[in-house]
């Protein structure tokens, strides 16, 4: 299995423009998540699917975020208008139970200058 | 509620010291999972270990061994003769039984110096 595969793997873009990162999880996994990292707030939970499905939603910054699944093997995460302080470091992870441990991507590294 | 602590910020040892990394966690549920991820300065996160919480007993593979104490809520982690390459952030987390959420701690920043 090639893992979880994120794209792209880095990503700059100005101020105001809609950027779109993107997931394949792992076949047969059924939950995926998604995470920022930034310095000052170390791993973030953003959203979380389960079966193709929104669970929790929470922890989504603002309105700008938003993200979908709509197969098993591909999720979205867009920011629409992204602003500087979105630049973090975004990743995507996949698990068929939560106690297996999550498998993560390789993550999209986004500068918004 | 559900929490990972993990209280040392960053670490440094020069190579071939062991060091400990500590880990202590929150729940009140009775099964519940652990794990260690390491995220060296390439970025991805590589899972290292799992635990779950009927299972105490302390786990060596190479270098690397962890000491679970149910009695104290820790999960530490020991890297033994230090090299360069384990030269990375380190994650604790907690998963528990019910769920597919992952709580993970602020992560130890480790540098071993040559």
């Known amino acids: 299995d090639a893992g979880v595969i994120q794209s792209p793997r880095h990503e700059v873009t100005e101020m105001g423009q809609e950027v779109t990162l993107r997931c394949k999880p792992i076949?047969?996994?059924?939950?995926l998540f998604w995470y920022r990292q930034t310095m000052m707030r170390g791993l973030e939970l953003l959203i979380y699917f389960n079966n193709n499905v929104p669970i929790d939603d929470s922890g989504m910054p603002e309105d700008r975020f938003s993200a979908k699944m709509p197969n098993a093997s591909f999720s979205t995460l867009k920011i629409q208008p992204s602003e500087p302080r979105d630049s973090a470091v975004y990743f995507c992870?996949?698990?068929?139970?939560?106690?297996?441990?999550?498998?993560f991507g390789s993550g999209t590294r986004l500068t918004v200058v | 509620a559900q929490k990972v602590t993990q209280a040392q910020t960053e670490i440094s040892v020069v190579e071939k010291e062991d060091v400990t990394l500590d880990c202590v966690y929150e729940?009140?549920?009775?099964?519940?999972?652990l794990f260690w991820y390491k995220q060296p300065p390439s970025g991805e996160l590589v899972f290292l270990i799992r635990?779950?919480?009927?299972?105490?007993q302390n786990e060596i593979s190479g270098r690397y061994s962890w000491n679970f104490q149910k009695s104290t809520s820790s999960f530490n982690f020991t890297i033994t003769a230090s090299q360069v390459v384990d030269s990375a952030v380190y994650f604790c987390a907690l998963s528990p039984n019910t769920g597919n959420q992952f709580y993970f701690g602020t992560g130890t920043s480790l540098t071993v110096i040559p």
């Open positions: 729940t009140r549920d009775t099964t519940y999972y």
């Open positions: 635990r779950n919480s009927f299972d105490e």
């Open positions: 992870a996949s698990t068929l139970a939560g106690y297996y441990g999550y498998t």
């Open positions: 076949s047969g996994h059924n939950s």
